[in-house]
């Protein structure tokens, strides 16, 4: 059914044993060191403590990037979907992000999309160079817990940016903008593109589409992904 509309990736690490990770995607990732750049089972020894997700830390020892296909350039529609599992262990701290997902070029700070968490442990969509923020910043109301897994995900449908967390709408911001055609190429998980803002946690079942989910749609795919 091609992959124009959703990229997922599917990451799994197993403590002190062989680690496997199921990759679906239309882009090429980069998983210890080795690009890859075809769908598969893959395999690797590791000593990582968690399953069927990817743990990152601000050491840097998880790098997850890759030179991003046309299927995440939502400028065509202009419409956006991005959803995740994310488990933080990281107390909210002033002046320090976490990027969940990146969209953007390999050597620029502006990005067509990105989602993350800010210094106040709330969840933060960002466009490029302040787009999407005419009349607010898009930070959720509510606070991301930490130390347990949380659903988020964000939609813009054209007319309003919505952020959601575990199924609940939790912010609507009426704005009418427009993705950058510029800012793409590269896709960063876990990282900017720079290797700031490191996600501190475990990060699985990265969903984008180039459409905008409705909340019924979200709620399904928290326990049933597509």
Known sequence: NGCDSTAILNLTINQGDTSYTNIIACDSVVWNGTTYTQSGTYSTNVGSSNN????????????????????????????????????????????????I???????????????????????????????????????SNNTI??????????????????????????????VIDNFNSSAIGHFFIGERFDGTEMFEGEIDNINVWNTALTQQEIQQYMNCPP
């Open 145 to 174: 817990n930490i130390n347990q897994w949380n659903h988020v995900a964000i939609t813009y449908d054209g007319q309003a940016v919505k952020l959601y967390i575990n199924g609940n709408l939790d912010l609507t911001h009426p």
């Open 52 to 99: 069927y997700s990817m743990s990152f830390n601000s050491q840097g020892n998880t790098i997850v990037s890759g030179t991003a296909s046309s299927s995440l350039d939502v400028s065509n529609t202009n419409l956006l979907t991005i959803s995740a599992w994310i488990y933080t262990t990281s107390s909210p701290s002033p002046e320090v992000s976490q990027r």
């Open 101 to 139: 997902l990146t969209h953007s070029s390999s050597s620029s700070s502006n990005q067509q999309y990105a989602l993350s968490i800010d210094g106040n442990g709330k969840l933060y969509f960002l466009g490029d160079a302040g787009a999407f923020e005419q009349g607010g910043m898009n930070i």
